[in-house]
Protein backbone atom coordinates (compact mmCIF):
# COMPACT_ATOMS: atom_id res chain seq x y z
CA UNK A 1 0.00 0.00 0.00
CA UNK A 2 1.66 3.58 -0.41
CA UNK A 3 0.52 5.65 1.76
CA UNK A 4 -0.32 9.68 0.98
CA UNK A 5 1.18 12.08 3.50
CA UNK A 6 0.39 15.90 3.26
CA UNK A 7 2.96 18.58 4.80
CA UNK A 8 1.14 21.50 6.07
CA UNK A 9 2.64 25.20 6.96
CA UNK A 10 1.88 26.43 10.24
CA UNK A 11 -1.37 28.17 9.64
CA UNK A 12 -3.19 25.65 7.61
CA UNK A 13 -2.01 22.55 9.45
CA UNK A 14 -3.19 24.24 12.76
CA UNK A 15 -6.35 24.46 11.30
CA UNK A 16 -6.43 20.79 9.94
CA UNK A 17 -5.60 19.52 12.82
CA UNK A 18 -7.94 21.65 15.04
CA UNK A 19 -10.39 19.95 12.41
CA UNK A 20 -9.36 16.33 13.05
CA UNK A 21 -8.56 16.49 17.01
CA UNK A 22 -12.45 16.68 16.96
CA UNK A 23 -13.03 13.43 15.77
CA UNK A 24 -10.76 11.43 18.98
CA UNK A 25 -12.39 10.52 22.00
CA UNK A 26 -9.10 10.27 23.35
CA UNK A 27 -8.17 13.92 23.76
CA UNK A 28 -10.14 15.31 26.88
CA UNK A 29 -8.73 19.07 26.04
CA UNK A 30 -8.14 18.90 22.14
CA UNK A 31 -5.62 21.57 20.80
CA UNK A 32 -7.25 24.63 18.80
CA UNK A 33 -5.45 26.03 15.79
CA UNK A 34 -4.35 29.00 18.32
CA UNK A 35 -2.96 26.82 20.73
CA UNK A 36 -0.93 25.03 17.92
CA UNK A 37 0.52 28.24 15.95
CA UNK A 38 1.17 29.79 19.39
CA UNK A 39 3.15 26.67 20.81
CA UNK A 40 4.74 26.29 17.04
CA UNK A 41 5.97 29.86 15.95
CA UNK A 42 9.32 30.20 15.77
CA UNK A 43 10.12 26.60 15.76
CA UNK A 44 11.27 24.14 13.46
CA UNK A 45 7.98 21.92 13.61
CA UNK A 46 6.94 19.25 10.87
CA UNK A 47 3.14 18.79 10.47
CA UNK A 48 2.23 15.62 8.29
CA UNK A 49 -1.27 14.22 7.74
CA UNK A 50 -2.11 11.00 6.33
CA UNK A 51 -5.00 10.75 3.51
CA UNK A 52 -7.43 8.13 2.45
CA UNK A 53 -10.55 8.17 0.93
CA UNK A 54 -13.64 8.46 3.03
CA UNK A 55 -14.97 5.32 1.71
CA UNK A 56 -14.55 2.55 -0.83
CA UNK A 57 -16.29 4.18 -3.16
CA UNK A 58 -15.02 7.41 -3.28
CA UNK A 59 -12.27 9.03 -4.77
CA UNK A 60 -11.76 11.72 -2.58
CA UNK A 61 -8.76 11.75 -0.58
CA UNK A 62 -9.81 13.28 3.86
CA UNK A 63 -6.96 13.60 6.44
CA UNK A 64 -7.26 9.99 8.75
CA UNK A 65 -4.24 10.39 10.83
CA UNK A 66 -2.15 13.22 11.83
CA UNK A 67 1.60 13.87 13.64
CA UNK A 68 2.83 17.26 14.62
CA UNK A 69 6.53 18.20 16.40
CA UNK A 70 9.01 20.15 16.67
CA UNK A 71 12.49 21.54 18.04
CA UNK A 72 13.06 21.21 21.45
CA UNK A 73 15.94 23.02 23.17
CA UNK A 74 17.76 22.41 26.66
CA UNK A 75 16.44 26.40 28.01
CA UNK A 76 13.20 26.83 26.99
CA UNK A 77 11.19 29.97 27.73
CA UNK A 78 8.00 28.91 27.37
CA UNK A 79 7.04 27.32 30.82
CA UNK A 80 5.22 24.08 29.17
CA UNK A 81 8.52 23.42 26.73
CA UNK A 82 11.00 24.02 29.74
CA UNK A 83 8.74 21.64 32.26
CA UNK A 84 9.37 19.54 29.54
CA UNK A 85 13.36 19.88 29.13
CA UNK A 86 13.79 19.87 32.46
CA UNK A 87 12.37 16.17 32.73
CA UNK A 88 14.32 14.98 29.81
CA UNK A 89 17.67 16.35 31.17
CA UNK A 90 18.49 13.70 33.19
CA UNK A 91 18.04 11.20 30.07
CA UNK A 92 18.25 13.27 26.82
CA UNK A 93 21.65 15.11 26.05
CA UNK A 94 21.17 18.36 24.29
CA UNK A 95 24.55 19.85 24.05
CA UNK A 96 25.60 19.92 20.56
CA UNK A 97 22.55 17.64 19.28
CA UNK A 98 19.14 18.25 18.04
CA UNK A 99 16.22 16.87 19.53
CA UNK A 100 13.02 17.07 17.78
CA UNK A 101 10.21 16.42 20.32
CA UNK A 102 6.58 14.14 18.66
CA UNK A 103 3.90 16.42 20.30
CA UNK A 104 1.00 15.18 19.19
CA UNK A 105 -0.62 12.21 17.10
CA UNK A 106 -3.16 9.57 16.02
CA UNK A 107 -5.04 7.89 13.38
CA UNK A 108 -9.14 8.21 12.96
CA UNK A 109 -10.81 5.18 14.68
CA UNK A 110 -11.89 3.89 11.53
CA UNK A 111 -9.12 3.79 9.82
CA UNK A 112 -6.75 2.35 12.65
CA UNK A 113 -4.74 -0.51 11.84
CA UNK A 114 -3.91 0.22 8.28
CA UNK A 115 -0.17 1.61 8.57
CA UNK A 116 -1.32 5.34 8.86
CA UNK A 117 0.98 5.51 12.27
CA UNK A 118 3.50 3.99 10.72
CA UNK A 119 3.80 5.75 7.83
CA UNK A 120 3.72 9.24 9.61
CA UNK A 121 5.92 7.96 11.99
CA UNK A 122 8.71 7.05 9.42
CA UNK A 123 8.03 10.07 7.63
CA UNK A 124 8.65 12.03 10.68
CA UNK A 125 11.70 10.47 10.94
CA UNK A 126 13.61 10.48 7.76
CA UNK A 127 12.57 14.59 7.91
CA UNK A 128 14.57 14.51 11.23
CA UNK A 129 16.97 12.69 9.85
CA UNK A 130 17.40 15.16 6.94
CA UNK A 131 17.13 17.85 8.95
CA UNK A 132 20.04 16.85 11.35
CA UNK A 133 17.94 15.47 14.10
CA UNK A 134 20.12 13.10 16.93
CA UNK A 135 17.34 11.65 18.86
CA UNK A 136 13.06 12.05 18.70
CA UNK A 137 11.70 11.97 22.00
CA UNK A 138 7.60 11.26 22.82
CA UNK A 139 5.34 11.39 25.82
CA UNK A 140 2.42 9.49 26.19
CA UNK A 141 0.61 8.07 29.34
CA UNK A 142 0.24 4.19 30.43
CA UNK A 143 -3.51 4.52 29.94
CA UNK A 144 -2.73 5.04 26.04
CA UNK A 145 -2.54 1.37 26.01
CA UNK A 146 -2.73 1.21 21.85
CA UNK A 147 -0.45 4.12 22.00
CA UNK A 148 2.15 2.19 23.99
CA UNK A 149 2.24 -0.91 21.79
CA UNK A 150 2.78 1.06 18.72
CA UNK A 151 5.82 3.19 19.94
CA UNK A 152 7.28 -0.36 20.81
CA UNK A 153 6.59 -1.28 17.41
CA UNK A 154 7.98 1.58 15.81
CA UNK A 155 10.86 0.47 18.01
CA UNK A 156 10.50 3.68 20.48
CA UNK A 157 12.77 2.98 24.04
CA UNK A 158 11.06 3.86 27.31
CA UNK A 159 13.99 6.87 29.10
CA UNK A 160 11.72 7.97 31.60
CA UNK A 161 8.71 7.15 34.10
CA UNK A 162 7.35 10.05 35.60
CA UNK A 163 5.18 7.98 38.31
CA UNK A 164 1.48 9.46 39.36
CA UNK A 165 0.93 7.79 43.27
CA UNK A 166 -2.77 8.48 42.66
CA UNK A 167 -3.10 6.64 39.75
CA UNK A 168 -0.48 4.73 37.83
CA UNK A 169 -2.79 4.73 34.80
CA UNK A 170 -1.83 8.42 34.63
CA UNK A 171 1.91 8.14 35.42
CA UNK A 172 3.38 9.73 32.59
CA UNK A 173 6.24 7.81 29.93
CA UNK A 174 9.16 9.76 27.88
CA UNK A 175 9.83 7.33 25.36
CA UNK A 176 13.49 7.89 22.33
CA UNK A 177 14.48 6.92 19.29
CA UNK A 178 18.38 7.71 17.81
CA UNK A 179 17.70 9.01 14.21
CA UNK A 180 20.59 7.68 12.32
CA UNK A 181 21.29 5.86 8.97
CA UNK A 182 19.97 2.64 10.60
CA UNK A 183 16.63 3.74 11.63
CA UNK A 184 15.45 5.09 8.13
CA UNK A 185 17.15 2.30 6.45
CA UNK A 186 14.33 -0.03 8.29
CA UNK A 187 11.66 2.01 7.29
CA UNK A 188 9.28 -0.26 5.43
CA UNK A 189 6.17 2.34 4.73
CA UNK A 190 5.59 3.42 0.49
CA UNK A 191 4.91 7.11 0.98
CA UNK A 192 4.47 9.84 -1.57
CA UNK A 193 4.76 13.34 0.42
CA UNK A 194 2.46 16.62 -1.09
CA UNK A 195 3.83 19.73 0.10
CA UNK A 196 0.42 21.99 1.02
CA UNK A 197 2.33 25.25 2.37
C1 LIG B 1 -2.09 4.39 18.57
C2 LIG B 1 -2.61 4.75 17.18
C3 LIG B 1 -1.98 6.08 16.77
C4 LIG B 1 -2.21 3.67 16.15
O1 LIG B 1 -2.57 4.14 14.85
P1 LIG B 1 -2.71 3.14 13.61
O2 LIG B 1 -2.74 3.98 12.37
O3 LIG B 1 -3.81 2.19 13.83
O4 LIG B 1 -1.31 2.37 13.70
P2 LIG B 1 -0.64 1.53 12.53
O5 LIG B 1 -1.69 0.79 11.78
O6 LIG B 1 0.29 2.39 11.75
O7 LIG B 1 0.19 0.45 13.37
C5 LIG B 1 1.56 0.66 13.73
C6 LIG B 1 2.04 -0.55 14.48
O8 LIG B 1 1.47 -0.62 15.78
C7 LIG B 1 0.69 -1.80 15.96
N1 LIG B 1 -0.58 -1.43 16.63
C8 LIG B 1 -1.32 -0.33 16.39
N2 LIG B 1 -2.40 -0.32 17.20
C9 LIG B 1 -2.33 -1.45 17.95
C10 LIG B 1 -3.15 -2.01 18.95
N3 LIG B 1 -4.29 -1.40 19.35
N4 LIG B 1 -2.77 -3.19 19.51
C11 LIG B 1 -1.64 -3.81 19.11
N5 LIG B 1 -0.80 -3.31 18.15
C12 LIG B 1 -1.16 -2.16 17.59
C13 LIG B 1 0.41 -2.31 14.57
O9 LIG B 1 0.26 -3.71 14.54
C14 LIG B 1 1.63 -1.85 13.80
O10 LIG B 1 2.71 -2.73 13.96
P3 LIG B 1 3.51 -3.25 12.65
O11 LIG B 1 3.60 -2.07 11.71
O12 LIG B 1 4.84 -3.64 13.19
O13 LIG B 1 2.70 -4.34 12.09
C15 LIG B 1 -4.17 4.88 17.19
O14 LIG B 1 -4.71 3.73 17.78
C16 LIG B 1 -4.66 6.09 17.93
O15 LIG B 1 -4.75 7.18 17.36
N6 LIG B 1 -5.00 5.95 19.20
C17 LIG B 1 -5.48 7.08 19.96
C18 LIG B 1 -4.42 8.11 20.16
C19 LIG B 1 -3.90 8.14 21.56
O16 LIG B 1 -4.08 7.23 22.34
N7 LIG B 1 -3.26 9.20 21.91
C20 LIG B 1 -2.76 9.31 23.25
C21 LIG B 1 -1.87 10.45 23.42
S1 LIG B 1 -0.17 9.92 23.45
Same mark, same amino acid.
Given at each position: ? #??????Y??? %?G =??E?Q??? $?H?? @???H???A @?D???R &?RG??????M?M??A? #?N????L????????EL???E?RP??? #???? %??????????R???Y?W??????????H??Y?? &?? $? #?Q @? %?????H???????K??N?? +????T? /?????YD??K? %?????D?A???? +? /?SK????D =??R?????R??????
Amino acid at each position: M #EHIIRRYGLE %QG =ALEVQYIE $EHFS @EFRHPKTA @EDIVSR &LRGRECLILMSMAAAS #ENDNDLLPVAFKVGHELKALETRPDLA #ELAG %QLGACVRFDGRKVFYSWIGGTRKDWRGHGHYRA &LT $E #EQ @E %QWAHDHRYHEIVVKTKNRF +YPMRTT /LDRLRYDVIKL %QPNADDPAESKL +Y /LSKRIGSD =AVRNHRTVRTVEETV
